[in-house]
């Protein structure tokens, strides 16, 4: 009788725990893409130089396009070209293939001035569960190199876990 009563509890705790780890895997995704943001514009202000924050599948340069759930890099680009010159500084982003991140716009990367600033328009990276927008999770970075963590707008969770 006994176990059957562990049994029964057992069972509703696991999507409760399952809950939980994805939960806990957005927010980690999140706060580590924050601090890589902040780094770089630290870097960029620091060192007077561009710095590029990249989406990166090699760690080496980066990617052509916008999605982001390979990992990063960060790289110096003191001719704006939007590619690392050089080895890159910092790579890193490999999380589980449950996580999918994708950026906004057109923009394929994020590119520091020497003054803290990105150009002319917000960029925001979505970070969600493939095929579930419901939990998904936004670092925005505004024009000034000001970095927040919030809720995913439904349009940009909707677009991430490809349910749009």
Same mark, same amino acid.
């Given at each position: 009788? =006994?176990?059957?009563?562990? @049994?029964?509890? &057992?069972?509703?705790?696991?999507?409760?725990?399952?809950?939980?780890?994805?939960?806990?895997?957005?927010?980690?995704?999140? #706060?580590? %893409?924050?601090? =890589?943001?902040?780094? @770089?514009? %630290?870097?960029?202000? #620091?060192?007077? +130089?561009?710095? +590029?924050?990249?989406?990166?599948?090699?760690?080496?340069?980066?990617?052509?396009?916008?999605?982001?759930?390979?990992?990063?890099?960060?790289?110096?680009?003191?001719?704006?070209? *939007?590619?690392?010159?050089?080895?890159?500084? %910092?790579? *890193?982003?490999? %999380?589980?293939? !449950?996580?999918?991140? +994708? *950026?906004?716009?057109?923009?394929?990367?994020?590119?520091?001035?020497?003054? *803290?600033?990105?150009? #002319?328009?917000?960029?925001?990276?979505?970070?969600?569960?493939?095929?579930?927008?419901?939990? @998904?999770?936004?670092?925005?970075? &505004? !024009?000034?190199?000001?970095?927040?963590?919030? +809720?995913?707008?439904?349009?940009? &969770?909707?677009?991430?876990?490809?349910?749009?």
């Amino acid at each position: 009788m =006994a176990l059957i009563i562990l @049994a029964v509890l &057992a069972a509703a705790a696991v999507p409760s725990f399952a809950n939980m780890l994805d939960r806990q895997e957005l927010n980690a995704a999140q #706060n580590d %893409y924050i601090t =890589a943001v902040l780094h @770089a514009r %630290y870097l960029a202000v #620091n060192d007077q +130089v561009r710095i +590029v924050f990249c989406p990166s599948s090699d760690g080496l340069t980066c990617n052509s396009n916008n999605a982001w759930s390979d990992g990063w890099l960060i790289g110096r680009d003191p001719s704006n070209k *939007g590619q690392p010159d050089g080895v890159p500084l %910092y790579v *890193g982003g490999k %999380y589980s293939r !449950r996580l999918n991140i +994708v *950026g906004s716009g057109s923009r394929r990367s994020v590119r520091f001035q020497p003054d *803290g600033t990105v150009g #002319n328009s917000n960029q925001t990276l979505t970070i969600c569960l493939r095929n579930d927008a419901s939990r @998904a999770l936004s670092v925005v970075i &505004a !024009r000034r190199g000001r970095v927040r963590g919030e +809720v995913a707008k439904a349009a940009d &969770a909707a677009r991430c876990a490809g349910t749009d």
